[in-house]
């Protein structure tokens, strides 16, 4: 497995743990963690070079989940 493929591979937990918080959190429920978790993955995605350029617009536009509330509100 090729250096980048390995360190994409290292961030998939991270950024499935990322999606099923944000579907849970647009459907009612509650992000697990939290504020708190979701600024911490959104953060650490948005610093790594091999994930900052693949984040949709609204993860790197909705810095805490309220943001993210408004955001998906009106969507």
């Known amino acids: ?3 980048r ?3 994409l591979n ?3 937990p991270k ?3 990322l999606q099923d918080g ?3 959190q647009a459907t009612g429920s509650n992000f697990d963690g939290g504020d708190d ?3 911490a993955l959104r953060a650490e995605l948005i610093r790594a070079p091999e994930t900052s350029g693949k984040l949709p617009d609204f993860v790197r536009n909705n810095r805490d989940l309220f ?3 408004e955001f998906i509100k009106h969507s």
């Open 67 to 69: 943001q993210f509330w």
């Open 10 to 12: 290292s961030f998939l």
């Open 37 to 39: 978790r979701y600024q």
């Open 1 to 3: 497995m090729s250096p």
């Open 22 to 24: 944000l579907v849970k």
């Open 5 to 7: 493929r390995s360190a």
């Open 15 to 17: 950024v499935i743990e």
